[in-house]
């Protein structure tokens, strides 16, 4: 679904802050499964995400989404494939418009059009089913600015309208990061239910490796830009991850400094 093959990726080539993040990287990620991406600061994980959205460009290699290549693709136009959800609750979405004004503009992702005429009568009804979802009472605030809502409701509505138009991928950059555990564990339970109903493929960028367990059905672990475990979530407990974080990651950190 999602081919990575030969990617290679170096910040300031050439000079005494040269960082080789990825050396001829490959990575097959399969339909309809959401995967984990886990590793330390600094081991490549953003760097795939924004390689694959386009918002950076590799040194080399290709990516492949269901058999297209979109390498050459700007990431406005990856943009109409993949979905993404940031770290920081405010990024999807456009704080100084309204509920029903952004849920119009996701609708409207890939297209062409003009603020004067972003909000349509006839998806009103499809907006606000869309919001019911949610089970967080968005429905009934459509008039709402975004910027007034908790950093949980920008996230699910980030999410919400991140996975609106039912993209070939979806990226999670840390989305629960920022939250509290309470209110990152919501966000979380609303993600898995809403990539499962629309299928979508799922790769999470996450520190928890808790979440990482239970919330997906496959783990890679990223050191140096390489993979160093790639495993079924269902065959490894948070006991056995960790202590392999630990064994492998941790110590690895030690020699470099």
């Known amino acids: 679904m999602l081919k990575i093959e030969n990617l290679n ?3 300031y080539p050439g000079t005494p802050e040269e960082q080789k993040i990825f050396n001829n990287f490959s990575l097959e990620i399969e339909k309809n499964v959401c995967t984990t991406i886990l590793g330390p600061n600094g081991c490549g994980k953003s760097t795939l995400f924004n390689l694959i959205s386009g918002s950076i460009e590799s040194d080399g290699g290709t990516i492949t989404l269901k058999e297209k290549n979109i390498e050459k693709l700007s990431e406005e136009k990856r943009a109409i494939y993949i979905g993404k959800v940031s770290q920081d609750p405010s990024m999807g979405v456009s704080p100084s418009l309204n509920i029903l004004e952004n849920m119009s503009m996701a609708l409207k992702k890939g297209e062409k059009f ?6 349509k009568n006839e998806n009103l009804n499809f907006i606000v089913n869309k919001l019911k979802e949610l089970d967080l009472g968005l429905e009934d605030k459509l008039t709402t600015q975004v910027k ?3 950093g949980g409701q920008r996230q699910s509505l980030s999410l919400l309208m991140s996975t609106i138009k039912r993209p070939d991928l979806l990226l999670l950059d840390e989305h629960t990061a920022a939250l509290d ?5 919501l966000i979380m339970d609303k993600t898995v239910d809403l990539i499962n109903k629309e299928k ?3 790769l999470m960028i996450t520190h928890n490796l808790r979440h990482a367990i239970e919330y997906s059905k496959r783990i890679i672990m990223l050191n140096k830009g390489e993979i160093v475990l790639d495993i079924n979530s269902k065959e490894i407990t948070e006991e056995e991850l960790t202590k392999f974080y630990n064994d492998n990651i941790l110590e690895s ?5």
């Open 253 to 257: 950190l030690k020699l470099v400094s």
């Open 9 to 11: 990726k170096t910040f």
């Open 181 to 185: 555990p309470k209110t990152s564990k």
């Open 114 to 119: 003009t603020f004067k005429k972003l909000v």
């Open 148 to 150: 007034f809502l908790s």
């Open 200 to 202: 979508i493929t799922t």
